[in-house]
């Protein structure tokens, strides 16, 4: 007779329950899972787009400014230039501009949050006294002058907004240490003589990673309209690398006469913006374990 398989252990089974009841939770909320449709729908247009639409650059002086059409699905440039590909290649710079420079600060101010809340003492008062002074400028503000000392280019972009988005991360990383650190089970885990770096590895930063999840999905829209504000403004990505931002650099050139320059890269700014924001109160509605079921 074979013998019944054995049940999960209770150290396997609760994630897996929990992250089914978490799935559950946020599949039944409509608005969240409209955002997750919009940044799937960004994902696929910035993989798979660029190679459906052909070179951006192309131009055809034949048909400058023309209106939408068969041919040209969003209509051409003041260059004759495909307003469909640039604007699929766009979403590949913007989305990537957005990412890697959330990912930036994230993987420099979550470090700096974490140790200044474990230790406090004269670290936590230094590098919160820097931080407030970062935060004294607005997010913008300070990215261009980041960006102007930089250079334009999507290099200087990334580490423009990463850097005005570095103190944002090391302030909410830093409040979660500070009363996740009171906790007893970290008590118990110093009275059983375990090391700093152990408790805030095992203990501490991953009861951290929910409000840090929720963040990245804020920073990302930031750092998308960010991007687009850089580029706009002559310090981004620049010509003839399409991009959201550039792209409304020429439209305002011809609104009168091609208004739809100006309305697709704005409307695909709005929709990446609007879905990354409904993805990040849908995960903090079901990473919060106060909320309801």
């Known amino acids: 007779m074979t013998e019944a398989p054995a049940p999960p252990s209770a150290a396997e089974a609760p994630p897996r329950r929990g992250a089914a009841r978490a799935w559950r939770r946020f599949r039944r909320r409509p608005m969240p899972m409209t955002g997750l449709v919009l940044v799937a729908g960004f994902l696929l247009l910035a993989i798979a787009g660029p190679l459906a639409t052909g070179d951006p650059a192309a131009q055809d002086y034949a ?15 003041d260059l004759g ?16 501009a957005g990412v890697l420079s959330t990912l ?27 931080v407030d002074v970062t935060l004294a400028f607005p997010f913008l503000v300070f990215a261009v002058g980041l960006a102007a000392i930089i250079g334009p280019s999507l290099k200087g972009v990334v580490l423009a907004l990463g850097f005005s988005q570095l103190p944002a991360v090391i302030r909410i990383t830093r409040g979660e240490v500070l009363s996740i650190r009171e906790m007893d089970y970290v008590s118990a885990a110093v009275a059983d003589g375990a090391s700093d770096g152990y408790i805030m590895l095992r203990y501490v930063l991953p009861n951290c990673a929910a409000p840090l999840i929720v963040q990245a999905t804020v920073a990302i829209p930031a750092a998308i309209i960010g991007e687009a504000t850089l580029s706009f403004l002559g310090l981004g990505v620049q010509p003839p690398t399409p991009s959201w931002g550039v792209m409304l650099t020429t439209a305002q050139q011809y609104l009168d006469v091609a208004p739809w320059l100006a309305i697709w890269p704005g409307l695909m700014i709005a929709l990446a913006t609007l879905g990354f924001n409904l993805l990040g109160d849908g995960l903090r509605d079901v990473l919060d374990p106060r909320s309801g079921r």
């Open 104 to 130: 930036l600060a994230m993987a420099a101010g979550i470090p700096i949050g974490l140790v200044a809340g474990f230790y406090r003492r004269w670290l936590d008062p230094v590098v919160m006294r820097l």
């Open 63 to 77: 048909a400058t400014l023309a209106p939408p059409s068969g041919a040209h699905p969003l209509g051409t440039d």
């Open 81 to 96: 230039r495909d307003a469909l590909a640039r604007v699929a290649h766009g979403a590949q710079v913007s989305l990537q």
